[in-house]
């Protein structure tokens, strides 16, 4: 089958370290290990493909739908697509497809609304959402299984699935426990949590005492895996290290009471190193295995350096530092990319 995945209005981001486009890249390996043509469209037709796949920014139902500065002529001939197309192509990804048609008609009389809104049927764009399948990460048919927050895709490696969970903490993730993210048939889990912990929890509880709060969070994180071991193969992610304080963060992204950390950068340097020995020593008790990130992302001052990074100022890594080349759809080489650090 013959696939392409879009975004529903607006393009796919061009830029290799786009977070957004990360995920559809990552949609795309997967579907190619079921044996399917797949391509990630950037603002090209739909056109000659047996289906599309349709990402709305959101891991969440009943999201709200974004359209910054008003329905544009762009975003109106975005949609138009949906009634356009042979709509049994059509395939919303991670979650069911809102309804386009109602938000747009509820706008039709609003100054920000392009003239061209007026000449579509957005009862006819309502119908058709409500008709779009779903496809999500439970429905792939592979046993291994990658859960984390934002960052866990940034570790995807072909053959997996993914239980991404924005803004989840390690120490959240433990309250609701580990054992309820994982999918049916399941036989190894990665788990990749803790970088948010590091970043705004770790060094303010319990008066900054990060030792204190790292060996109760790992405490609690070891009985868990240990568990778990009964009937999964388990590899754990280190923690990446802490990026130069002058890096500004969108007000949007990694931010905790408005505050983009707390505790300094040699306090959280410290912390992050604690977390990743505890880590270790858990790994090795367990018998699992233990993903390492490459050296070269860390600059001569021990700080994670910016080029590897998402080029606006994000939190996340660059889609070319991933553990899987998305791009070629293959093991990424870092001896090679190494040469260029």
């Given amino acids: ?84 197309c042979d709509t049994s192509k059509l395939v919303s990804l991670d979650v069911k497809m809102a309804d386009y048609g109602k938000f747009v008609k509820s706008r039709l009389h609003n100054k920000s609304m392009d003239p061209s809104g007026h000449l579509v049927d957005w009862d006819k764009v309502t119908e058709v959402c409500k008709g779009i399948p779903v496809i999500t990460q439970r429905d792939l048919k592979v046993d291994h299984q990658i859960i984390g927050d934002s960052h866990s895709f940034s570790v995807y490696t072909k053959g997996a699935s993914l239980s991404r969970n924005d803004g989840k903490t390690l120490n959240g993730a433990i309250n609701q426990g580990l054992e309820s993210f994982v999918y049916p048939g399941m036989k190894k889990l990665t788990f990749y949590f803790g970088n948010i912990d590091v970043r705004h929890h770790i060094c303010r509880l319990n008066d900054g005492n990060y030792k204190q ?101 994000n939190v996340h890594l660059s889609r070319q530092q991933y553990r899987w080349d998305l791009d070629n759809d293959e093991k990424r080489n870092f001896q090679e990319v190494e040469k260029l650090f």
């Avoid at 999964?232 to 992610?237: A, N, R, W």
């Avoid at 802490?242 to 983009?260: C, D, F, H, M, V």
């Fill in 213 to 313: 709060n790292i060996d109760e969070l790992m405490e609690r994180y070891a009985k868990q895996l240990l568990h778990l071991t009964e009937n999964y193969e388990i590899e754990l992610v280190d923690l990446l290290p802490i990026e130069n304080e002058s890096r500004i963060i969108p007000n949007s992204i990694g931010r905790y009471k408005g505050l983009q950390f707390t505790g300094s950068h040699d306090q959280r340097t410290a912390a992050y190193k604690y977390f990743n020995e505890r880590l270790l020593n858990i790994a090795q008790k367990l018998g699992a295995e233990i993903y390492h990130h490459p050296e070269h992302y860390v600059n001569s001052l021990g700080e994670l350096c910016f080029s590897v990074m998402e080029p606006k100022q």
């Fill in 1 to 84: 089958m013959k696939i392409a995945i879009d975004l529903v209005m607006e393009n796919v981001p061009a830029n290799k370290g786009s977070h957004k486009a990360s995920w559809l890249y990552m949609w795309a390996s997967q579907l190619r290990n079921e044996g399917h043509e797949v391509k990630v469209l950037h603002n090209e037709s739909w056109d000659g493909y047996d289906k599309i796949y349709l990402w709305q920014n959101s891991l969440v139902e009943d999201f709200t739908i974004n359209c910054f500065g008003g329905v544009s002529d762009k975003t109106v001939s975005k949609l138009r697509r949906l009634i356009e």
